[in-house]
């Protein structure tokens, strides 16, 4: 085979394998938004980003093995691509990396909840104790007002006298 044609299968099997990664790659983003729902705003702001991403990583594989000249074949390499993955892949991997992620999660969070339950008891019982010493200032602060005001009346009855 000439150096041209292997060429051209090469950069045939590249495109091909930027349209699985691709796919791959949103992917890991719809595992996101299994994990973590958000509006339609977020959604269409982390699509736009994702596909100026896609569109970038494409131009430079255009760029460096093609001198950036867009060709048909590389672009149903690209569609053949992500055929491929989905064909093969479709959404099980979304739910089970979904799915495992959550379990993942929920056992850290719980693991998190047992190690800090001592802080969380200290916490409250901390809480309890300043809510304590406030209302205890209160009624301190409240005879103090009442014996310095009763001073102060007798103080000016002395004084007016004289």
Same mark, same amino acid.
């Given at each position: ?24 790659? =949103? ?14 705003? !977020?959604?269409? @702001?982390?699509? %736009? +980003? ?49 799915? =495992? ?14 190690? !800090?339950?001592? @802080?969380?008891? %200290? +916490? ?39």
């Amino acid at each position: 085979m000439s150096q041209y044609i292997v060429q051209e299968v090469t950069f045939f099997v590249h495109s091909i394998f930027m349209g699985l990664v691709i796919t791959f790659a =949103y992917d890991w983003i719809l595992i996101f938004r299994k994990l973590h729902k958000h509006g339609r705003i !977020l959604t269409s @702001v982390e699509d %736009l +980003f994702y596909w100026i991403i896609c569109g970038l990583g494409v131009f430079y594989m255009l760029y460096k093995e093609n001198n950036g000249v867009l060709r048909w074949f590389a672009v149903m390499g690209a569609a053949l691509g992500m055929l491929f993955y989905k064909g093969i892949i479709k959404n099980r991997f979304v739910n089970i990396m979904s799915t =495992y992620i959550h379990k993942i999660m929920w056992f850290i969070f719980r693991v998190i909840q047992v190690v !800090l339950k001592p @802080v969380k008891w %200290l +916490f409250f019982a901390v809480r309890r104790f300043v809510r304590f010493v406030r209302k205890r200032l209160k009624k301190v602060k409240e005879f103090i007002k009442k014996r310095l005001t009763g001073f102060i009346k007798t103080l000016r009855i002395v004084l007016c006298k004289q």
